[in-house]
């Protein structure tokens, strides 16, 4: 190596780079999938605005700027209320799903519970399934005449069981309820992958300070699995306001009891695909991308107070 007199080595005559600076290659590995985001995702968000603003022919065809008539005509639309109630109230029931998940996966977790892996699968493989074939056999459950609810609530002395999927209330209730029992195999994957996180030193610690195990899952285990709860909060509330597939598949459009339990995007589906009203459905469309907006943003900033990252 060529050295100066000060014992310096010698430039080189190479420029040297800064570690931060790695050129375009950030950009060619995230670049297809920002294209697909910006294609899939944005693009159809952009369009779907701008029919919002447009009325169409019967056939979806020669599209009319009419500004906000088609907001102004879902604001005033006599089932909008029941529609947002209904998902209102099958979002908070499927929430509640999320610490049912926790215990379940607290009690999957145990130390020395033989089997554990064959009770993942089991409550995993549903998820796996298509939520329409999932869903017939739900509404075969809760059959008013011949269903295994109906009949046993018969075994024990109710003569007169209510037709869960074709009376108002009633029927919501039941969707809520497949809703919960869906949503738990991918919550317990993910709250098992947050529990093996947690320190098995903070447990004999506990232990050693004499708390008991529901004191220990009070204080130790719930605390440590709070950003895992949160995030199945964001995406349970997001899937609740996405209410379509399973209240198609258990009601049916020739169901009594359809009109009081519309959901907002069975809404959309009606006055888009139904109607042929595209500019109509699109302005439900972007109410409801508002409306989860709102609750993701109340969500993020409720989180402060009670989601602990450390």
Do not use: C
């Not at 003569?159 to 039941?174: C, H, I, V």
Request: no cysteine; net charge positive.
């Amino acid at each position: 190596m060529t050295t100066t007199t000060t014992g310096r080595a010698a430039p080189t005559g190479k420029r040297r780079r800064s570690p931060m600076s790695v050129g375009a290659w950030p950009l060619l590995f995230i670049g297809p999938l920002l294209l697909g985001v910006l294609v899939f995702y944005y693009y159809p968000i952009i369009s779907n605005l701008w029919t919002s603003f447009t009325a169409t022919n019967a056939f979806g065809g020669d599209p009319k700027f009419v500004g906000v008539d088609n907001y102004v005509d879902l604001l005033n639309r006599p089932d909008l209320p029941s529609a947002l109630v209904n998902t209102l109230f099958y979002t908070a029931v499927v929430l509640l799903g999320v610490p049912l998940s926790v215990v379940i996966a607290a009690m999957i977790e145990l130390p020395g519970l033989k089997g554990r892996t064959i009770y993942r699968v089991l409550f995993f493989m549903p998820y796996l399934a298509m939520p329409v074939a999932i869903a017939q056999v739900w509404r075969i459950f809760f059959n008013g005449n011949f269903g295994i609810l109906n009949q046993g609530l018969k075994a024990i002395g109710i003569a007169e069981p209510p037709y869960w999927l074709s009376t108002p209330g009633f029927a919501m209730l039941a969707v809520a309820f497949f809703g919960i029992w869906s949503s738990i195999g991918f919550n317990v994957i993910i709250l098992s992958a947050g529990l093996k996180g947690i320190s098995p030193e903070l447990y004999e610690a506990a232990s050693l300070d004499g708390a008991s195990a529901w004191r220990q899952f009070r204080t130790v285990t719930v605390p440590l699995l709070t950003p895992s709860i949160f995030f199945l909060t964001i995406m349970t509330a997001i899937g609740g306001f996405q209410l379509f597939d399973g209240l198609y598949a258990m009601l049916g459009p020739g169901n009594p009891a359809i009109n009081q339990s519309r959901s907002l995007v069975y809404l959309f589906y009606n006055e888009a695909f139904v109607q042929q009203n595209k500019g109509g459905g699109a302005a439900i469309a972007m109410f409801i991308v508002l409306l989860v907006g709102i609750a993701t943003a109340i969500q993020f900033w409720g989180q402060k107070k009670w989601v602990h990252y450390e």
